[in-house]
């Protein structure tokens, strides 16, 4: 009976989280579900333009001036570290069938150096890879501070994207 227990335990743990999980996603059909109002205030305060993607992540797009813009994302979805809430903002500069080349990637680890704030990271899908530029901040931040990481996000994955590409993607 100990042994029936103790295999059932952590089916039953697994199920309560799949509902929760499933319980925060809301209707999967509508993107407004899952978009975190507080973002989406913010962003009609700041007057700044945006859509929704079907995740429920806000996007943006700038004009950065030269003919060129540049796509950023606000995600959502936090997380929690201790008591602070964390949010993502990020933008993507490069992609890639494959991993990034090696002089791509070296050129975004030395630049994260002289950033004040963020770094790049790669995301991965199948074979595609995904340069991004992100910033991680804290969820409540005011709009002065949210509209300060946003042009920062924007203008770093611009600056890489204009030197490792010979267009403009984002």
């Known amino acids: 009976m100990k042994r029936i227990a103790l295999l059932i ?3 039953v743990a697994l199920l309560a989280l799949h509902g929760t999980a499933l319980a925060q996603l809301g209707d999967a ?3 407004s ?5 507080r973002i989406r205030k913010q962003l009609e305060a700041l007057e700044l333009k ?10 943006l797009v700038f004009d950065m001036g030269e003919g060129r813009s540049q796509v950023v994302i606000i995600n959502s979805s936090t997380e929690k570290l201790e008591t602070l ?8 500069a490069y992609k890639s069938k494959g991993q990034l080349p090696k002089d791509v990637a070296n050129q975004m680890l030395e630049s994260s150096f002289d950033q004040k704030i963020g770094a790049w990271q790669v995301m991965t899908s199948d074979d ?10 804290a969820a409540n931040a005011d ?3 949210l509209m300060l990481i946003i042009r920062a996000v924007a203008t770093a994955a611009d600056r890489m994207e204009s030197k490792v590409t010979t267009g403009d993607e984002f």
């Open 9 to 11: 335990l952590p089916v």
């Open 128 to 137: 595609d890879h995904m340069a991004t530029y992100a910033a991680k901040i």
């Open 29 to 31: 059909d509508s993107p």
């Open 85 to 92: 809430e964390i949010r993502e903002i990020w933008s993507p």
């Open 143 to 145: 709009n002065k501070t």
């Open 50 to 59: 945006y859509e929704l993607s079907s995740t429920g992540n806000y996007k």
């Open 33 to 37: 579900a899952t978009a975190d109002e």
